[in-house]
């Protein structure tokens, strides 16, 4: 049995230069694979008309209540510090019978927790308040 070491003059072999794209092409061909079958779950959803980002001016009228939470969960009628949430309810029943109702209308303080302004929603709620309303600082211009 006879074996060969190397070439029969006693030069070296040339080196292979060319780059093996087998398993580049395998690679991708299983990421194509993936996202072939991942898009069309991706892109269904159920087809709705989302509402449209409106900013009307507020009117201040007199009979408006303006509630205030501070960022410590704090509610203020609107100078006056509201002691309880039963009491803020009781409130809002007394208001909630005036033809025509007034409006509610919430600042939220910006660094306050979602949770406070949602309880006086719900207060409002439970009183029958029909029209509440959300107070918040314009856009900056020219921004």
């Not at 190397?6 to 230069?17: L, Q, T, V, W």
């Not at 069309?40 to 009117?59: D, G």
């Amino acid at each position: 049995m006879a074996m060969s070491v190397g070439p029969a003059e006693g030069g070296e072999d040339e080196a292979i230069s060319a780059i093996n794209t087998t398993p580049l092409v395998d690679v991708m061909l299983v990421l194509l694979i993936i996202f072939l079958v991942t898009i069309p779950v991706i892109t269904q959803s159920i087809a709705l008309q989302l509402p449209k980002e409106t900013n009307v001016p507020r009117q201040t009228k007199p009979e408006n209540i303006e509630i205030a939470v501070t960022k410590d969960g704090d509610v203020y009628w609107g100078l006056q510090l509201v002691r309880d949430n039963e009491d803020l309810v009781n409130r809002l029943k007394k208001i909630a019978t005036q033809q025509p109702q007034p409006e509610v209308h919430i600042r939220g303080d910006l660094a306050g927790r979602y949770e406070f302004v949602g309880r006086v929603v719900f207060a409002c709620q439970r009183a029958g308040i029909q029209k509440v309303g959300f107070v918040t600082e314009p856009p900056a211009r020219g921004v």
